[in-house]
Structures are given as C-alpha cells and as structure tokens.
C-alpha cells in the first residue's frame, strides 16, 4: 500500500492497495484522515513518530497494526516514508509504503512462545540442582545467625564476631536473591528487550546455576574467558537460554565419564564475539551432525528435539550463526557468534 504527503506531513495521496485493504477513499484518508486505521494502542506511537520525521527530514520506519476493511480484523504492517528533496535540499513531500508483516509477526510470536515453553521445561529438570543451589545461603545464613546469638550471649558480648557474622548472614542473603533472581528471568514471559550485554557476565550467571548439575554429573565447568572483550546488543534472558541448552548438552554427555566443560569467549573473525562450549563425552553420532538443528531431532530418549533448534532461531535472529565440530580426542564443540556492538550505540530500550 502506497501513500504520498506534503512536505508538512499531510497526506494527499492512497493507491488502490491502501482503499481496498482499509476502505478509506483517498478523500477520507487525506490530511489525517489516514490515522482512522491504525489500531488505537498504535495511534499515538506512529503519530510521535511522523511528526519526529517530519522535523527532523529523516525516514520513518515503525510497525503497527491497520484495520482491514473486509473483516475489522488488525494486521502488522512496516510503515517507511522517505522524504524527495529539490535541487536545494528542501523537502517537496514525503514518499511511503505500507508493507504487510502479520505472519512474520506472528512467526516471530510463536518462536517466543516455544522458547519460554523450553526454558521453563529446561528449569523444571534442573529443581533438584536449584534447590541445592540455593539451600546453600540459606544454611550459611542459618549457621551464622546461630553463632551470632551464641557470642551475643557471652559475657561480655563478642561484638566484633557478631559483626562478621551478621555480614556474612547479609552476604549469604545477597547470593540467594541474585540466584532468585536469574530463575525468575528464565522463567518470565516477557517479550525480548535488546540491551548492552557483556557476553562473560551471562557465561559467568550460567556457569554459576549450572555447577551443582555439573558436580552432581562428575562435571567441572571452567571459564576462559578473554578480558575486554566488546558487548554486544542482545536479549539477556535468550542468551542465558541458548548457553543453558549448550552447557546442558555438553554436561549429559559426559554424564558416564565425567570431564571438565570447558565455555570459551574470545574476538573471532569478522569483527564477532565467538562463545565455544567444549565437552569431552560421547561426541556427535555418526553421520547425523547436519540435522543437530533441525526441529524435533534428538539423540536423546526424553529429548524434545527443540533445544538447539530454537538456540539456533535466537542466534540467527541476533545476527549471529551457529555450528558445531568434533575435538581432536573425545567429545565435541559448539560455537556460535554474536555482532559486536558499534562504538557510541546506546541501550535500544533507554536510547531516545
């Protein structure tokens, strides 16, 4: 659907596309009259975001939903307008599409929604090692609230061991509340919010949740983490969830043996973050490791089959790429890639 405007933002023209979708004439969708079929939560978004165009001389792009004449039904749609300029840079009027996204939309809803189911699923299975994780503050918290009373009840009172230990009870509580607060990410639904990330800080939290699963295993994790290593821009919680799945399948794996899993970070080529998981287990079975990705596949007997295809939805979406290789001895290796973010980008939920 194409539609043109005034230098000053007032519409003077609709094709055909637009009076047959929305059933507005050109007449009705002139000046402001377009705004009619915009969905009413959408309303005051896209008409911020025309007048910021319109004084600024840069394009609009934005989505939002139009109401379909035939039905009353709402569809997602990209609006861009680009403004034509004259000979001397003076904007003449301003040029639009309006471009149907609904099904990618809702492609993308859906992708949303079967990564929460898997994350939650994913949790479920890691209770026991949760529990183990966090009974530990709590018994330090108990056994140093214990003692704290007992030099209380000295005479005279051993104040500064009361001391130590009322700071150990707050820094037991500190640990517990952060561990609280990783599993409620995980399990939140709630849409993707793209922000500054630092990829070691999230292979850190993971490394933390996922060790008493390791040890229960015969797994130790180890971190080689490179220092300074750029941020990227990315949804926290979906990077949280693609290590999970990554570190959980290298942890299975070695389950019968045991072994180190080993999370690497460091500046790859092309001016990427590359984060590598490394187990020395079974390996890949043979001749299957094309479809490792693929939706439902799995090699294992309880296994949904969805973990590495949505790791895979995630990384791609983030501008990254995913794969997999065989170590030179036992086990295997998962890698993927996330885009570095550009000098001077800002947290795209704060940036205005």
Excluded at 223 to 252: F, H, S, W
Aim: aromatic fraction near 6%; hydrophobic fraction near 40%.
């Amino acid at each position: 659907m194409a539609f043109i405007a005034r230098s000053d933002g007032y519409c003077t023209f609709v094709n055909k596309g637009w009076v047959e979708f929305t059933g507005l004439t050109v007449d009705h969708a002139s000046g402001s009259g377009w705004q009619a079929a915009v969905h009413p939560d959408d309303h005051s978004r896209i008409v911020n975001k025309w007048r910021a165009s319109l004084a600024s001389g840069e394009d609009l792009e934005h989505e939002i939903r139009i109401r379909r004449a035939a039905d009353g039904a709402y569809r997602w749609f990209l609006i861009r307008a680009v403004p034509l300029t004259d000979k001397r840079g003076k904007i003449v009027k301003w040029c639009g599409a309006a471009t149907d996204i609904d099904d990618r939309q809702r492609a993308q809803q859906l992708q949303a929604e079967l990564a929460h189911i898997s994350r939650v699923n994913t949790m479920g299975e890691l209770v026991a090692s949760i529990a183990h994780e966090l009974a530990q503050p709590i018994m330090a918290s108990t056994l140093n609230a214990k003692a704290s009373l007992r030099w209380l009840e000295r005479d005279p009172p051993e104040l500064t061991r009361v001391r130590e230990g009322t700071e150990k009870i707050v820094e037991a509580g500190t640990l517990a509340s952060k561990i609280i607060d990783r599993l409620r990410s995980l399990y939140k639904k709630a849409p993707p919010k793209r922000e500054l990330v630092a990829i070691n800080e999230v292979v850190d939290e993971m490394a933390g949740m996922l060790r008493s699963e390791a040890r229960s295993r015969g797994v130790s994790i180890r971190a080689d983490l490179k220092d300074d290593l750029p941020m990227t821009v990315a949804d926290r919680v979906q990077l949280q969830q693609v290590l999970m799945n990554l570190m959980l399948n290298g942890i299975e794996a070695m389950s019968d043996t045991g072994g180190v899993l080993t999370v690497k970070s460091r500046l790859g080529v092309y001016g990427k973050i590359q984060i590598s998981v490394s187990d020395v287990g079974r390996g890949l079975p043979p001749g299957k490791a094309d479809q490792l990705f693929d939706a439902f596949f799995t090699t294992k007997p309880q296994g949904s089959g969805m973990g590495l295809s949505i790791s895979k939805s995630i990384v791609e979406d983030h501008g990254g790429r995913i794969w997999t290789t065989v170590n030179g001895g036992r086990g295997s290796t998962f890698h993927f890639t996330l885009p570095l973010a550009t000098e001077g980008t800002k947290d795209p939920d704060t940036a205005t």
